[in-house]
């Protein structure tokens, strides 16, 4: 039986929609729009795009969006400045720093000086203690793991006791706040990662299996169990000389296809957690916005 196919551009949809409707109620009371600030240093053309669309969706959500486009060449001591004047601002809510940073700058110091109350990343080690520490009703969480467990829960429903989840994946911006969240709902969780033994083995016990590695269709078929669900969150360009020489496809970490025979239930790349992210950026804005306040966290 094929898996159904998670709508992950549909459900985004509706989380956008109840960010936008939170914040045209946030504006008259609070008499300001939220704000978000959005900060790209250097014109890696991937960063350009994302940096773009989130700022457009914020225009669309009716907040006040700023776009800070830094050359290549700026210092880190000039990003920490403008980061400071970001922090300074009582009208921005959320300060998105776009990564990757050039490697002249210390991202982890970049990341520090985000002001925890704006960083809508949920990168600060403060939003990642309280997500750690289960205090989710303070935290900012990250956009792509928060967007994961949305589509999960499409389909598995809110509580995950008595499941077994598997990320393949433990980095700080996807795999590990997602195996975070997991727990957070009940599941039994394993991390696996590039020293794990027997991969396959791992993922074949995921009721959830969640792909965060970034190694085109490396999760197989025939690792899938049998009803798993399963989100990809990987996103790989590779050559696809069957659309034209020098064409390019974008494919996750699963082989979609072959999972999708196995599968109850899976993401598809394109379409599945990536308009999920920039979704939960907005409400992630939306959310600091009221906090900051005083309000109560609104979606
Ligand atoms: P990282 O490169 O930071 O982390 C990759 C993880 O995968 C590491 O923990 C690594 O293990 C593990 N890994 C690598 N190779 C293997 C292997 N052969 N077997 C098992 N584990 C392995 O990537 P990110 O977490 O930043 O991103 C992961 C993917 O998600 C990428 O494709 C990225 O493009 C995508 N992504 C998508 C987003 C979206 O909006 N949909 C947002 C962010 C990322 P180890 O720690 O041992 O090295």
Redesign the pocket.
């Known amino acids: 039986m094929a898996a159904e196919i998670i709508d992950g551009k549909a459900i985004a949809q509706t989380v956008l929609a109840k960010a936008r409707a939170a914040a045209s109620a946030f504006t008259p009371r609070a008499g300001r729009p939220p704000g978000l600030a959005v900060v790209l240093v250097g014109e890696d053309p991937a960063s350009q795009v994302y940096v773009r669309n989130k700022s457009r969706e914020a225009e669309a959500a009716g907040f006040r969006s700023e776009q800070h486009n830094l050359p290549v060449t700026t210092t880190e001591a000039e990003l920490l400045a403008l980061v400071a004047r970001l922090n300074a601002d009582p009208g921005i809510d959320g300060i998105l720093v776009q990564l990757p940073l050039p490697r002249t700058i210390d991202t982890d110091r970049v990341l520090m000086a985000v002001d925890p109350a704006k960083d809508v990343d949920g990168f600060h080690p403060v939003n990642v203690g309280l997500l750690g520490s289960g205090a989710t009703a303070r935290a900012l969480v990250p956009c ?1 793991p928060a ?1 994961s467990l949305i589509l999960i829960e499409s389909v598995l429903g809110p509580s995950l006791a008595g499941k077994q989840a598997v990320v ?4 700080n ?3 590990k706040p997602i195996a975070q969240l997991l727990l957070q709902r009940d599941a039994t969780v394993t991390i ?5 033994a027997d ?1 396959a083995a791992v993922c074949r016990r995921a009721d959830v299996l969640v792909a ?4 085109p269709e ?1 999760i197989r078929g025939d690792w899938i169990r049998p009803g798993a669900v399963v989100v990809d ?4 360009r590779i050559p696809a000389p069957e659309r034209g020489e020098g064409r390019t496809r974008l494919v996750g ?1 699963v082989a979609t296809r072959e999972a999708a025979e196995i599968a109850r239930a899976i993401t598809p790349v394109p379409g599945g ?2 308009p ?2 920039i979704a939960l950026l907005m409400a992630n804005t939306v959310t600091a916005a009221h906090l900051r306040e005083g309000l109560p966290r609104p979606v």
Not at 192 to 196: L, N, P, R, Y
Not at 212 to 215: F, I, N, Q, S, T
């Open positions: 792509t967007g393949v994946g433990r980095s911006i996807v795999g696996a990662h590039s020293k794990t991969l965060a590695v970034g190694r490396m969150v990987g996103i790989n970490d957690v990536g999920m992210t």
